[in-house]
């Protein structure tokens, strides 16, 4: 057993593995350094698994429901659910071959993209209508505006505002949703994409979760300026090709596009000020610019 991971889980965690698991050892170390989640490659006698671990229970609790309940459609194309306790917050999974999207060859690929919409076009599995979900979006945007004063412009503050203001609350369908669907939670195998890391799953409108890949990824050179977000690719060509595949287009419902672009770009200013991310800030301030020059 690498001495790292005695450090990394809580007796309790190491327990349960060993329960589990039998004999194992640390391969890799898959760690984001971030919200005390540690994720680790463990070899075992019936081969490699993956194991999260973290007194955030929130995070575990989110992966061990998405595995029950949302992402059999994925099949093969996304981890199996091999034990998890919530209130310890651990859970294992199988390990899904291959190495990640981002960063590697297939990162700007057009057949990757398609490949991306295909498969969350399947996961995307309705579940209920609420009529709830703009009134308590709204209610988050406006604890987000009110942290974000000093953070962003005031006229940007304004202009969310009198968005927010106009918005007409409208029932939702709500979907399985990944959370953080982009390249950093694919992986491709012989060029066969799969999705992994189900820790911000949750029932949504499916516009959530477009929002993020459209600012890193679709976005124009111009609109992309000053981020380091790597090489200047053809955006368009990568939107396309994604809802191809997706078979849908966030336009469709105008309304909920929008009220979810002004909250994950606020959200995302205020989130990351409060760890210290400055790099991710900008990128939030980035992104409000942008929804509010499309939509303001």
């Keep these: 057993m690498a001495e790292s991971a005695l450090s990394l889980l809580t007796p309790e965690q190491l327990r349960l593995l060993h329960r589990w698991l039998g004999s194992w050892e640390v391969e890799e170390d898959l760690s984001?350094?971030?919200?005390?989640?540690?994720?680790?490659?463990?070899a075992t006698e019936s081969g490699p698994v993956v194991v999260k671990a973290s007194e955030a229970a929130h995070h575990i609790q989110r992966e061990i429901r998405a595995h029950r309940q949302m992402t059999a459609p994925l099949g093969d194309r996304a981890p199996q659910l091999l034990h998890g306790d919530a209130r310890a917050g651990l859970v294992v999974t199988s390990w899904l071959p291959g190495r990640l999207v981002e960063g590697g060859p297939l990162e700007y690929s057009t057949d990757a993209f398609r490949?991306?919409?295909?498969?969350l076009a399947r996961f995307h599995q309705p579940r209920n209508e609420t009529p709830s979900y703009d009134a308590a979006a709204l209610n988050k945007l406006a604890d987000f505006a009110e942290r974000a004063t000093g953070l962003v412009p005031a006229t940007q503050l304004r202009a969310v505002r009198r968005l927010a203001a106009a918005h007409r609350p409208a029932p939702r369908?709500?979907?399985?949703?990944?959370?953080?669907?982009?390249?950093?939670?694919?992986?491709?195998?012989?060029?066969?994409?799969?999705?992994?890391?189900?820790?911000?799953?949750?029932?949504?409108?499916?516009?959530?979760?477009?929002?993020?890949?459209?600012?890193?990824?679709?976005?124009?050179?111009?609109?992309?300026?000053?981020?380091?977000?790597?090489?200047?690719?053809?955006?368009?060509?990568?939107?396309?090709?994604?809802?191809?595949?997706?078979?849908?287009?966030?336009?469709?419902?105008?309304?909920?596009?929008?009220?979810?672009?002004?909250?994950?770009?606020?959200?995302?200013?205020?989130?990351?000020?409060?760890?210290?991310?400055?790099?991710?800030?900008?990128?939030?301030?980035?992104?409000?610019?942008?929804?509010?020059?499309?939509?303001?």
Excluded: K
């Design 173 to 296: 369908m709500l979907y399985a949703t990944h959370g953080d669907y982009q390249p950093r939670n694919w992986v491709e195998d012989g060029g066969v994409l799969g999705v992994i890391d189900f820790g911000r799953a949750g029932y949504r409108p499916w516009v959530t979760d477009l929002v993020r890949v459209e600012h890193r990824y679709f976005a124009g050179d111009a609109d992309r300026a000053g981020a380091a977000q790597g090489p200047t690719h053809d955006g368009a060509a990568l939107r396309a090709a994604f809802y191809a595949g997706y078979g849908r287009d966030p336009a469709e419902e105008r309304d909920s596009w929008l009220l979810d672009n002004l909250l994950q770009a606020l959200g995302t200013v205020v989130w990351s000020h409060d760890i210290g991310d400055c790099a991710f800030e900008e990128e939030g301030r980035r992104m409000l610019a942008r929804v509010l020059e499309r939509f303001g």
């Design 115 to 119: 490949q991306a919409g295909e498969l």
């Design 32 to 42: 984001w350094g971030i919200q005390g989640i540690h994720v680790l490659r463990l």
